[in-house]
């Protein structure tokens, strides 16, 4: 079956503007995931979905970013105002159940920040 | 604090050679969950193992074998005979029962010279 799909792919973007990133879940998993990874580093844990409520928001870097997901499966990152710190490679992976599930993880959305 | 540690940052073997990656965790939880993940250069991350705080007996698949001692709170990664397709950051990561968080270490870099 389809894995994680993530798009764009790849994203470049002035400072300043907004970005929104959007991850499509494996059909029937019930949680999601959002990472950040930024050169060189580990994964950065950003926010999780169960279904669309999302219970843990404390990862989020600043009120620059936010997260939503629709009908328990696809979920959009959005990042205002962007910084070029926020270059970085996000990611997405999503899960059968909330705890203890293997992650299944997506191929990333490169964001550049000019 | 970390909750995962991952000492190793870069590791480099000439192939055939076996090599174990570190991986020591922290958790007050008596439920958990230890995983290994492979993040080859191509960038998507694979799920290779799962482990439940309840479970230590060690395992082997193939070449890749895990070490699980709760005493010292480690989760160790030996792969034997290494191949050049090894070459991948590796990344160990812990999930608590009662928070849905991932924390993922840093990643250890292992390179196999042919």
């Known amino acids: 079956g389809a894995g994680v799909s993530q798009s764009p792919s790849n994203k470049v973007t002035e400072k300043g503007k907004d970005v929104e990133l959007r991850c499509d879940p494996i059909s029937g998993h019930t949680a999601l995931y959002w990472y950040r990874q930024s050169l060189g580093q580990g994964l950065e844990f950003l926010i999780y979905?169960?279904?669309?409520?999302?219970?843990?928001k404390s990862g989020l870097p600043s009120d620059r970013f936010s997260a939503e997901r629709t009908g328990g499966s696809v979920s959009t990152l959005t990042i205002q105002r962007t910084q070029q710190e926020d270059s970085a490679v996000y990611l997405c992976?999503?899960?059968?159940?909330?705890?203890?599930?293997?992650?299944?993880f997506g191929p990333g959305t490169r964001l550049t920040v000019t | 604090a970390q909750k995962v540690t991952q000492a190793q940052t870069e590791i480099s073997v000439v192939e055939k050679e076996d090599v174990t990656l570190d991986c020591v965790y922290e958790?007050?939880?008596?439920?958990?969950?230890l995983f290994w993940y492979k993040q080859p250069p191509s960038g998507e991350l694979v799920f290779l193992i799962r482990r439940n705080s309840f479970d230590e007996q060690n395992e082997i698949s193939g070449r890749y074998s895990w070490n699980f001692q709760k005493s010292t709170s480690s989760f160790n990664f030996t792969i034997t005979a290494s191949q050049v397709v090894d070459s991948a950051v590796y990344f160990c990561?812990?999930?608590?029962?009662?928070?849905?968080?991932?924390?993922f270490g840093t990643g250890t870099s292992l390179t196999v010279i042919p």
């Open positions: 958790t007050r939880d008596t439920t958990y969950y």
């Open positions: 990561a812990l999930s608590e029962a009662f928070r849905n968080q991932f924390y």
């Open positions: 992976a999503s899960s059968l159940r909330a705890v203890g599930s293997q992650q299944y």
């Open positions: 979905f169960q279904g669309n409520s999302a219970p843990d």
